[in-house]
């Protein structure tokens, strides 16, 4: 079954809603951080797909995060509770929760303005080329993952 489509803006609008049912003591169902934290471990995402801040990875480390990890990250499949992440995610500095949830809101506005049109066969820096489908997994599974962490 194919995920909902980020792209459209009855999506978007569903997940922004969701977002804005957070608030600053949100707790967590699981994992170790906090709203403002996960809110900021979301943003990676975008910051990779947008702002070139990340560093990138070695031919390598390219080479097995397409062959292994990719698959995971943009099927349909949910992720499990717990489960590991890349070492850029890991948030353990506290965060700006407000500073955070605009970000968010922001890059998933600009997102589905932007469509499908522009990210297709475009460049993950650490997975590199990917369809249209991929980078909708990619976008949605993951905030839909952390937002169902967090109750929303």
Known sequence: MALPNIFTEEVS???????????????????????????????????MTYDNIHSKPNPILKFILKTIVKNKVVSETQYQKNAKTAPQFVIKDS?????????????????????????????????????????????????NHHLTQFGV
């Open 95 to 143: 965060k700006n929760f407000e500073i955070e949830k605009k970000r968010i809101i922001d890059y998933i506005n600009k997102t589905q303005k932007l469509g499908e049109t522009y990210f297709d066969n475009k460049e993950y820096t650490p997975f590199g080329k990917m369809t249209v489908t991929e980078w909708n997994n990619l976008f949605y599974k993951h905030i």
């Open 13 to 47: 609008e569903q997940v922004i809603q969701r977002v804005k049912n957070l608030n600053p003591h949100s707790q967590r169902q699981w994992g170790t951080m906090d709203v403002a934290q996960m809110l900021a471990h979301c943003n990676v995402v975008y910051e």
